[in-house]
């Protein structure tokens, strides 16, 4: 109603057919959907390192620093020109 930023971060997959209908639904209608499945990119070192991915990329999502989090860039990004 007011086009606020709606983020839905499911936490059990696989889901079934009535729960991937309806986040076919929340996309149509403009929501983000993130699934909460932690990325091991950065190498997490314990359990709250590996929540904490979950946390940086809803953050992301807000349009909000995380200072801590990590950013993967290719190594083609990360070049200086010569």
Known sequence: KERRKLIVVPRET??????ARN??????????????????????????EI????????????GLPSPQAFRWQSQRASRRPI
């Open 14 to 19: 696989p889901w079934s057919l009535i729960q």
């Open 51 to 62: 929540a904490d991915t979950v946390v940086w990329r809803i953050l992301d999502q807000l």
């Open 23 to 48: 986040v076919v639904t929340l996309i149509e209608a403009g929501a983000i959907v993130l699934p909460a499945i932690p990325s091991f990119y950065s190498g997490p070192k314990n359990a709250n």
